[in-house]
Nanobody, 132 residues
Framework: QVHVVESGGGLVQAGGSLRLSCTVSGLTFDGYAMSWFRQAPGKEREGVSCVSLSGELTYTSDSVKGRFTISRDNAKNTLYLQMNNLKPEDTAMYYC?????????????????????????WGQGTQVTVSS
């Protein structure tokens, strides 16, 4: 059984930073692409960033490009999201997601990486709130 657990969220002032972490068990972590999504109240779930199995290839949404950085430590089965220069519009629940072994090219971020239905396993989320 795959378990995905996010941590690191909190309340921060605009311009501040946070680092989110996501630990995964139940799958061979270094064999799968991983991603971060977020969802604000009343809005659809939005793809934030994706990283390939080795960590060499990353993709980031335009809304956070230059401010957020995705990375992974395969030795620790952990995914990270470093968030700098946070803005009030970044306020959302942040989710970590992993693909299924049945997914097409599950080790890589495809053009559809920002579609929630590309990802099979999700954590419960960690809340990020940015005050102005």
């Amino acid at each position: 059984q795959v378990h995905v657990v996010e941590s690191g969220g909190g309340l921060v002032q605009a311009g501040g930073s946070l680092r989110l972490s996501c630990t995964v068990s139940g799958l061979t972590f270094d064999g799968y692409a991983m991603s971060w999504f977020r969802q604000a109240p009343g809005k659809e779930r939005e793809g934030v960033s994706c990283v390939s199995l080795s960590g060499e290839l990353t993709y980031t949404s335009d809304s956070v490009k230059g401010r957020f950085t995705i990375s992974r430590d395969n030795a620790k089965n952990t995914l990270y999201l470093q968030m700098n220069n946070l803005k009030p519009e970044d306020t959302a629940m942040y989710y970590c997601a992993a693909k299924s072994a049945a997914a097409r090219r599950y080790g890589y971020c495809l053009a559809s990486w920002n579609m929630p239905n590309e990802w099979a396993y999700w954590g419960q989320g960690t809340q990020v709130t940015v005050s102005s």
